[in-house]
């Protein structure tokens, strides 16, 4: 199983992290180290997060989780975890 990022979702991460780098570039670092991690439990087990409570008429194949605010979804799919969203959870919450 593989972990694509859908582009908008990489972006939106990519944003978050350059904001938390001018500020602590180790900070970002960890959170990418961290994310790497979580992914790697993800492949092994993906339902391990609950179903994204933001996704409208979710199947239960949206899964989502926060570390240090950051909120990410993904949907499982037969061979690959597609990471779908990124959004820093002090932002209003929006069904999608």
């Not at 959170?31 to 992914?39: A, K």
């Not at 492949?43 to 240090?68: C, Q, T, V």
Request: glycine letters at 0%.
């Amino acid at each position: 199983m593989e972990i694509i990022w859908d582009n908008k979702a990489f972006i939106a991460f990519n944003k978050t992290l350059d904001y938390i780098s001018e500020d602590s570039p180790k900070n970002a670092s960890r959170i990418v180290d961290e994310v790497i991690q979580t992914f790697d439990k993800i492949i092994k087990h993906p339902f391990i997060y609950p179903a994204d409570k933001y996704k409208k008429n979710n199947d239960n194949s949206y899964r989502a989780f926060n570390l240090y605010r950051i909120r990410i979804s993904y949907k499982v799919e037969e061979s690959r975890i597609l990471v779908v969203r990124c959004r820093h959870t002090s932002q209003r919450p929006l069904y999608y």
